[in-house]
């Protein structure tokens, strides 16, 4: 059964300070990974695709990093409007479906 | 409208009552999903559709009954709903179904069941 788990679950951090959030994955034969975020009472963003081991994508103070067995999301210089849920997701489990990690709730104190 | 729009974003109802939550994306997809999410438990797949055709159905009690009469337009039909079903509903549509396409996310409608 293809299960993504996220860490830390909450992460608090000083505006400024840089640090990472880790998703690693079980699945037969990665198809790729997804990050998103997702604001309090919302639906969750699209921030990222990652399909092969090595790939990079940035997004302003967000870079997603993909191995074969996980993926980090590096935050650089983080602000307080950063602070929000990220979820990472892989596809798996049927044609269909993505299966996705509970996620990690970062909080960015001024 | 932009993005996926779900109505209403709030709905109490009592566990006898019947009501619908619908959703519409504005994005030309051809593939639609709801979804369940609890508190500290990872988004749920209840049921997807492609082109207006049933793909999915994520062993989902009855008493959650899908319609999809067009591809920009999904209802959640409910019914006779437990507590337990009180939840965030989440409304997701991508351009095809299948691996690779990232979904994008309507608002949510938060139910509670009473």
């Known amino acids: 059964e293809d299960q993504v788990t996220q860490s830390p679950e909450a992460l608090r951090l000083q505006e400024g300070e840089s640090s990472s959030l880790n998703c690693s994955y079980t699945?037969?034969?990665?198809?790729?990974l997804f990050w998103y975020r997702q604001d309090p009472g919302k639906g969750p963003e699209f921030l990222f695709t990652?399909?092969?081991a090595g790939e990079e994508k940035e997004k302003e103070r967000l870079k997603a990093t993909l191995t074969k067995k996980e993926s980090f999301l590096h935050i650089t210089a983080p602000k307080p409007e950063d602070s929000a849920t990220y979820l990472c997701?892989?596809?798996?489990?049927?044609?269909?479906?993505?299966?996705f990690g509970i996620g990690t709730k970062l909080q960015v104190i001024p | 409208e932009t993005g996926v729009t779900q109505t209403p974003r709030h709905l109490v109802m009592g566990m006898t009552n019947k009501k619908s939550l619908k959703c519409e994306q504005h994005l030309g997809h051809n593939a639609m999903y709801w979804y369940k999410q609890s508190a500290k438990k990872p988004l749920e797949l209840m049921f997807v559709?492609?082109?207006?055709?049933?793909?999915e159905n994520n062993s989902v009690p009855s008493r959650f009954s899908p319609e999809c009469p067009n591809s920009s337009h999904l209802f959640l039909h409910l019914h006779t709903l437990q507590p337990e079903d009180s939840a965030l509903y989440l409304c997701?549509?991508?351009?095809?179904?299948?691996?690779?396409?990232?979904?994008?996310f309507g608002p949510g409608t938060r139910l509670t069941v009473t």
């Open positions: 997701a549509s991508s351009q095809e179904m299948g691996h690779g396409y990232e979904q994008y």
């Open positions: 559709y492609s082109l207006e055709e049933r793909v």
């Open positions: 990652l399909y092969s």
């Open positions: 997701a892989v596809p798996g489990g049927g044609y269909q479906k993505v299966t």
């Open positions: 699945v037969s034969g990665l198809r790729g």
